[in-house]
């Protein structure tokens, strides 16, 4: 009988041990389904399963959808599942009357959690639902000469040249999970925490994230708050941090 070398042991657990730790079941999706009906939105955020893995290797699956108004969040619903492939949370908006159209969409943050407890997430973006303005709009009497800061000028007067950095809108973020080969993948898991954890009822989408290449940063600005939130990279987890908030 061959025998087997001691190097040769070492080099077999290694790559064993790799295997085991690194390597992710499957992938998830994000999806949605959207219909109108009168002054009524009806939205419904979907975290599927599309990597192949059955459904005793996830640990749990998770959808989240934040629904927006003309840019501002009016609505919140998440769910979480075991043991499957899918989950799917429904959010249901009656549109206020209103001078003005409306339009309601939703952002969807998907994740699964794999029995290896390796994760996998994704963010999407419903469809726009459009609402004609219901209330004949007078002429108005009293200037409004309020205007909220753009990004532009809170990333100035915080002294972030933002106008060097790489801009990239929200929907090409969408779509594209962290376990994905794909240049903005790792980008994914820093608009995911600020979706997961700092946008709030009343608060506005965010346009995008801006990407400093060389010192490896993002920023995402909360433009109702006046907010920069600064996230780094942490190369250990393969994944974007939040490191501050300016």
Same mark, same amino acid.
């Given at each position: 009988?061959?025998?087997?070398?001691?190097?040769?042991? &070492?080099?077999?657990?290694?790559?064993?041990?790799?295997?085991?730790?690194?390597?992710?079941?499957?992938?998830?999706?994000?999806?949605?389904?959207?219909?109108?009906?009168?002054?009524?939105?009806?939205?419904?955020?979907?975290?599927?399963?599309?990597?192949?893995?059955?459904?005793?290797?996830?640990?749990?699956?998770?959808?989240?959808?934040?629904?927006?108004?003309?840019?501002?969040?009016?609505?919140?619903?998440?769910?979480?599942?075991?043991?499957?492939?899918?989950?799917?949370?429904?959010?249901?908006?009656?549109?206020?009357?209103?001078?003005?159209?409306?339009?309601?969409?939703?952002? &969807?943050?998907?994740?699964?959690?794999?029995?290896?407890?390796?994760?996998?997430?994704? &963010?999407?973006?419903?469809?726009?639902?459009?609402?004609?303005?219901?209330?004949?709009?007078?002429?108005?009497?009293?200037?409004?000469?309020?205007?909220?800061?753009?990004?532009?000028?809170?990333?100035?007067?915080?002294?972030?040249? %933002?106008?060097?950095?790489?801009?990239?809108?929200?929907?090409?973020?969408?779509?594209?999970?962290?376990?994905?080969?794909?240049?903005?993948?790792?980008?994914?898991?820093?608009?995911?925490?600020?979706?997961?954890?700092?946008?709030?009822?009343?608060?506005?989408?965010?346009?995008?994230?801006?990407?400093?290449?060389?010192?490896?940063?993002?920023?995402?600005?909360?433009?109702?708050?006046?907010? %920069?939130?600064?996230? %780094?990279?942490?190369?250990?987890?393969?994944?974007?941090?939040?490191?501050?908030?300016?």
């Amino acid at each position: 009988m061959k025998k087997t070398s001691r190097l040769g042991i &070492i080099v077999f657990i290694i790559m064993l041990f790799t295997s085991t730790v690194f390597a992710a079941y499957g992938e998830v999706g994000a999806y949605y389904k959207a219909s109108k009906k009168l002054r009524t939105a009806s939205l419904t955020g979907i975290s599927r399963e599309v990597g192949g893995a059955a459904s005793s290797k996830i640990t749990n699956i998770y959808v989240r959808m934040m629904v927006y108004s003309n840019g501002n969040v009016v609505g919140d619903v998440d769910k979480t599942a075991h043991n499957t492939t899918k989950v799917q949370k429904k959010f249901t908006y009656q549109v206020p009357d209103s001078t003005n159209p409306t339009t309601v969409y939703g952002n &969807i943050l998907a994740r699964t959690r794999y029995s290896d407890d390796s994760t996998s997430e994704a &963010i999407g973006e419903t469809k726009k639902l459009n609402f004609d303005a219901s209330i004949t709009k007078l002429p108005s009497l009293v200037a409004d000469d309020s205007e909220a800061k753009n990004e532009t000028q809170i990333a100035n007067s915080k002294n972030i040249a %933002i106008n060097s950095l790489n801009f990239i809108p929200f929907s090409d973020l969408c779509n594209i999970a962290t376990t994905d080969v794909n240049p903005y993948a790792t980008y994914v898991s820093a608009l995911f925490n600020y979706l997961e954890f700092y946008i709030v009822k009343g608060d506005t989408e965010p346009s995008g994230i801006y990407v400093d290449t060389d010192t490896q940063e993002i920023y995402i600005i909360k433009t109702n708050s006046n907010l %920069i939130y600064k996230y %780094i990279f942490n190369s250990s987890d393969n994944k974007y941090v939040l490191d501050t908030i300016i």
